[in-house]
């Protein structure tokens, strides 16, 4: 046996066996040290490059994020009719998260429900109400906290909206520590979604609830207006 050496450190051992007794002398073991050596060099490059590499992709989708981020604020920051900024928010996260299937329930503040107020690739009506606690998004509403599904086949908390989705993933949009709706989005494939979309969708949540803050302040000022 020869240990696999790196910057002076054991990251392994290199065994070899034989059935015949004596059958290594002083040769074989030079000879299986110097492999010993090249091969802890090779699996040390290897992993440096693939670390290097796992870098590299995260780099590449924190400036994706960073992007994304930007783009969606620019854009719902603009609209101030609250039912078309719905509309623009089912864009803006269908685009960020490249999903086919996206909702955007709000809070009825007199019930405490969810109501279903926009929804792409869904069968579901609008207005649908979902109670505090219940399914995906009402246990979100609830706890204020994300749900992330990779089989709804094997979630009871699932309620289906339409055949086909098997992940789903749901954020509570808060304002400051209320929560004013859940942001829900579906894919057809399993363990469609990680904790990086996680993240994601979760700043996409925070943009959404100050333009929905902004919007309905808007609206209120010119109702005030016209009086």
């Not at 699996?43 to 693939?50: C, S, T």
């Not at 792409?120 to 109400?129: C, E, I, Q, S």
């Amino acid at each position: 046996a020869a240990p696999l050496m790196v910057e002076g450190k054991a990251i392994g051992v290199l065994d070899l066996e034989s059935k015949r007794a004596d059958a290594f002398g002083d040769l074989d073991l030079a000879l299986f040290s110097s492999f010993a050596e090249q091969a802890a060099s090779a699996l040390h490059n290897a992993l440096l490059r693939v670390e290097m590499e796992a870098k590299r992709r995260e780099a590449e989708r924190t400036a994706f994020e960073m992007t994304a981020l930007v783009a969606a604020s620019r854009k719902l920051a603009t609209v101030l009719d609250p039912e078309r900024l719905l509309v623009e928010i089912l864009g803006v996260v269908r685009e960020t998260l490249r999903v086919p299937r996206c909702a955007v329930l709000l809070t009825d503040v007199a019930t405490g429900e969810l109501v279903l107020r926009k929804a792409v690739g869904y069968g579901v009506p609008l207005g649908l109400r979902i109670p505090t606690g219940k399914g995906v998004t009402g246990e979100v509403a609830s706890s204020g906290r994300p749900v992330r599904i990779g089989d709804v086949a094997k979630d009871e908390r699932y309620i289906s909206g339409v055949h086909g989705g098997r992940s789903e993933m749901a954020v509570p949009v808060r304002l400051d520590s209320e929560i004013v709706g859940v942001l829900d989005v579906e894919a057809l494939d399993p363990d469609a979604f990680d904790e990086s979309d996680e993240r994601l969708l979760t700043a996409l949540a925070d943009q959404v609830a100050a333009a929905l803050h902004n919007a309905n302040l808007t609206g209120r000022v010119g109702r005030r207006a016209q009086r």
